[in-house]
C-alpha cells in the first residue's frame, strides 16, 4: 500500500501563492496518473488537477484553470500543485492521490491518498 504525504499549506492572503508536494512515504511512486483534490468544511471532495505518469497531459477544473498548475518530478518522487492568484474560495484541505482507472475528476477512481494539508485564503 502506498503513503501518500502532502505539504506546503498554510495561510496566505488573498492573490497570494503557495505551493503544494506530495510524495509517496517509503517507495516511489507506480506508474500512474496522480491528482489532486480539495475539501471545504460541509463540502464534498472536488477534483483539482490531475497529471499522467509522462507529465504529457494535464487536466484542470475549471475553477482553477489559469491560476493552478500541477507538475511531476519522477525523478524526484513528487508531484506538486502551483497555486496562484488565491481566492478565498481556494481554502479548503487539499489531498493527493494516486489514479487507478477510469477519468480523473472523480475520486472514486483514485486509490491511495495522502492525509491532507490546510490551504486557508484570507481576504
Known amino acids: 500500500q502506498v503513503q501518500l504525504v502532502e505539504s506546503g499549506g498554510g495561510l496566505v492572503q488573498a492573490g497570494g501563492s503557495l505551493r503544494l508536494s506530495c510524495a509517496p512515504s517509503?517507495?516511489?511512486?507506480?506508474?500512474?496518473?496522480m491528482g489532486w483534490f480539495r475539501q471545504a468544511p460541509g463540502k464534498e471532495r472536488d477534483f483539482v488537477a490531475a497529471?499522467?505518469?509522462?507529465?504529457?497531459?494535464?487536466y484542470s477544473a475549471d475553477s482553477v484553470k489559469g491560476r493552478f498548475t500541477i507538475s511531476r518530478d519522477n525523478a524526484k518522487n513528487t508531484v506538486s500543485l502551483q497555486m496562484n492568484s488565491l481566492k478565498p474560495e481556494d481554502t479548503a484541505v487539499y489531498y493527493c492521490?494516486?489514479?487507478?482507472?477510469?477519468?480523473?475528476?472523480?475520486?472514486?477512481?483514485?486509490?491511495?491518498w495522502g492525509q491532507g494539508t490546510q490551504v486557508t485564503v484570507s481576504s
Open positions: 497529471i499522467t505518469w509522462s507529465g504529457g497531459s494535464t
Open positions: 517509503g517507495r516511489t511512486f507506480s506508474s500512474g496518473a
Open positions: 492521490a494516486a489514479h487507478r482507472y477510469g477519468t480523473y475528476n472523480y475520486p472514486n477512481n483514485y486509490a491511495y
